[in-house]
């Protein structure tokens, strides 16, 4: 392992992806043969926090147990409807004291920070043991959009994991970096549309020379991903209840896993036009179990899309309007995120944007982990020679 590593981490509402910088050369680390990790953490019975991919694999078996997005909420003020609407979905009770939240899960109580800690902690042991040795320092992403307390949230999130944070990066410069947009000199105008799995970013950035100026930024804090999965997952359930009468949703463990296969399934989709949907034990009906067995077509979810990818569009156009830009104005567009993995995506951006300035990375998942590991050659004794990243980058 390179002396004095720093770790550059993309902290994201459902997965997190962290790396190191070895030479020039940008190393990911992996999660169960995965470059992403999953954002979760499970409260066992007894023992710590559990996080990343075992914990993803309790949403089958203790999905109570079990927290999801805790991005959303943290630095967030109790009293802020995003915490309403967080408390709403969670399986478990969200609490406020005084200024901050608590979570209680079983006879215990954590604050969103300790949820936050037990990611890093997970990211930062995964990158120790690849790396063979101790590491004590991280870059961390957040959204330009982040709440006033986010960031001090972050950094005291990340003292639990026992990182020292040198520098929060906004995302979507992390994410022009990581597709080559700082490759051009001139001054030119940029759109960073960032589909993850909580929210969808757009942020219009000038970038004149080396520096990145974000002028804007409009988005949906309510769609990505996870939305696009609950879609799918809500139709299969009203298809259930109008056939059967039976309300998949009535027990907690196998609505879990139904959204958890609708996941699987929907990325699978991004491949193939049809993909097989199989879940034992699913429904009752005629008082006895059934199983699930069909195929689901791109194109019947696409259609249960279609209002999904209308807020899209409309999120674009209103980042647009904050810039002042009209769409010819923009010069290159970058679509980033896991979700912009999703044909339908690339298809709504390609239409708004037609010609060649729309640009995909091919890992568009870790494009904002690969930015920031990038960023990290900023730091350390030697300051190493990653040719932009000497200046300020932002401003
Ligand atoms: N191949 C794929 N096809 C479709 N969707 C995918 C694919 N790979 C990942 N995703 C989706 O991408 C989402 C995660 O994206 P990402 O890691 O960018 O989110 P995030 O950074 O955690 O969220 P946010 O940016 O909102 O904080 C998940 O909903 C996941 O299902
Ligand atoms: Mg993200």
């Not at 309300?247 to 491949?271: G, I």
């Not at 699913?282 to 699930?292: E, F, N, P, S, T």
């Not at 769409?327 to 709504?348: E, H, K, Y």
């Amino acid at each position: 392992m390179p002396s004095d590593v720093t770790l550059g981490i993309d902290f994201g509402t459902s997965c997190t992806s962290a790396g190191i910088l070895i030479g020039d050369r940008v190393e990911l680390i992996h999660d169960g043969g995965d470059p992403v990790i999953p954002s979760v953490v499970y409260a066992p019975e007894r023992g710590p926090l559990e996080a990343g991919r075992p914990a993803q694999a309790r949403l089958l078996s203790d999905p109570a147990c079990v927290i999801r997005s805790v991005k959303r909420v943290l630095g967030v003020a109790p009293a802020s409807p995003l915490v309403r609407s967080y408390a709403a979905a969670a399986p478990f009770r969200v609490e406020a004291s005084g200024d901050h939240l608590t979570f209680r899960l079983r006879a215990a109580r954590y604050a969103p920070e300790q949820i936050a800690g037990a990611i890093l902690t997970r990211v930062r042991e995964l990158a120790e043991t690849r790396f063979g040795g101790p590491i004590c320092k991280a870059v961390i992403t957040a959204s330009v959009a982040a709440a006033p307390g986010y960031r001090d949230a972050l950094v005291r999130a990340a003292r639990i994991a026992h990182l020292d944070v040198l520098e929060v990066v906004p995302e979507p410069i992390a994410g022009a970096l990581a597709v080559g947009l700082h490759g051009e000199q001139a001054e030119r105008k940029l759109l960073v549309c960032d589909f993850g799995g909580g929210t969808f970013d757009v942020s219009a950035l000038v970038q004149s020379g080396l520096r990145f100026t974000p002028v804007a930024t409009a988005g949906d804090e309510h769609l990505g991903g996870d939305d696009l999965d609950l879609e799918i997952a809500e139709a299969l359930a009203g298809l259930i209840a109008r056939r059967t009468g039976y309300d998949v949703h009535r027990d907690a463990v196998r609505w879990s896993e139904v959204v958890f296969r609708c996941e699987m399934a929907k990325r699978q989709l991004t491949a193939q036009t049809a993909v097989p949907f199989a879940m034992r034990e699913a429904y009752v009906a005629a008082g006895r179990w059934h199983h699930l067995d069909f195929t689901l077509e791109r194109g019947w979810v696409e259609e249960r899309w279609t209002p999904l990818f209308e807020r899209v569009a409309i999120a674009i156009y209103d980042a647009l309007r904050r810039a002042g830009w009209r769409r010819d104005d923009v010069d290159q567009v970058a679509m980033i995120g896991g979700s912009a993995l999703v044909p339908m995506f690339q298809r709504t951006i390609a239409d708004l944007f037609p010609g060649p300035r729309v640009v995909l990375p091919a890992r568009a998942d870790v494009a904002v982990a690969i930015g920031t590991v990038l960023l990290t050659a900023r730091f350390g004794a030697e300051r190493r020679a990653v040719p932009v990243l000497g200046a300020p980058l932002w401003t």
